[in-house]
């Protein structure tokens, strides 16, 4: 069954850096798009940035642009999201998901199940 | 693109019927899904498309609309429907999402 599984969360200060993973089983990584995605506590969802098949073309909302980098290695099926000059308002619950497609439309049929990300001193 | 979701909360009985609104800042033909989050969880895929039912979900829940507005319509709203529900549109990149819409028991 296809799965994604996010890990590298955790509790880190201001200005510091962290890097998540997303390790994708089930299926064929290097088919799929990827995105993440982040969740503030209490507030609602918020795109963070994708990645093409190979790598080859990225995307980031503006919040995150020029601190956060993502990349992936599909021989070993995981994505991974290179965070650095943290701040507080990157504190989120940070989610991966595979862009799906049927016809000509896309949506995200299956996420990971989140690793949470603390900005604190 | 903007997506606004009216209302952003709402009480409901089980057996209701409810409707939540998705208006979009720009057309997006029916680049357009729905997804109900719980606590703790992550978001799960309801509708694609606009109206397009992703199998294996109750056929209680139905979507419609193009352009610029749509709906989710939970024909009878059953315990396990009180949640937060959000649409996202996937017409231009990047991938936007509503406020979220959450459904409390009455």
């Known amino acids: 069954q296809v799965q994604l599984v996010e890990s590298g969360g955790g509790v880190v200060q201001p200005g510091k850096s962290l890097r998540l993973s997303c390790a994708g089983s089930g299926f064929t990584f290097s088919s799929y798009v990827i995105h993440w995605v982040r969740q503030a506590p209490g507030k609602g969802l918020e795109w963070v940035t994708s990645?093409?098949?190979?790598?080859?073309?990225?995307d980031y909302a503006d919040a995150v642009k020029g601190r956060f980098t993502v990349s992936r290695d599909n021989s070993g099926s995981t994505a991974y999201l290179q965070m650095d000059s943290l701040r507080h308002e990157d504190t989120a619950v940070y989610f991966c998901?595979?862009?799906?497609?049927?016809?000509?439309?896309?949506?995200?049929?299956?996420w990971g199940q989140g690793t949470p990300v603390t900005v604190s001193s | 693109i903007q997506l606004t979701q009216s209302p952003s909360f709402l009480s409901a009985s089980v057996g209701d019927r409810v409707t939540i609104t998705c208006r979009a800042s720009l057309g997006l033909s029916t680049y357009l899904a729905w997804y109900q989050q719980k606590p703790g969880k992550a978001p799960k895929l309801l509708i694609y498309g606009a109206s397009s039912l992703l199998s294996g979900v109750p056929s209680r829940f139905s979507g419609s609309g193009s352009g610029t507005q749509f709906t989710l319509t939970i024909s009878s709203l059953q315990p396990e429907d009180f949640a937060i529900y959000y649409c996202?549109?996937?017409?231009?990149?990047?991938?936007?999402f509503g406020q979220g819409t959450k459904v409390e028991i009455k």
């Open positions: 996202q549109q996937l017409n231009t990149d990047p991938p936007t």
């Open positions: 998901a595979r862009l799906d497609s049927s016809g000509s439309d896309r949506f995200f049929q299956y």
């Open positions: 990645i093409f098949y190979d790598g080859s073309d990225q």
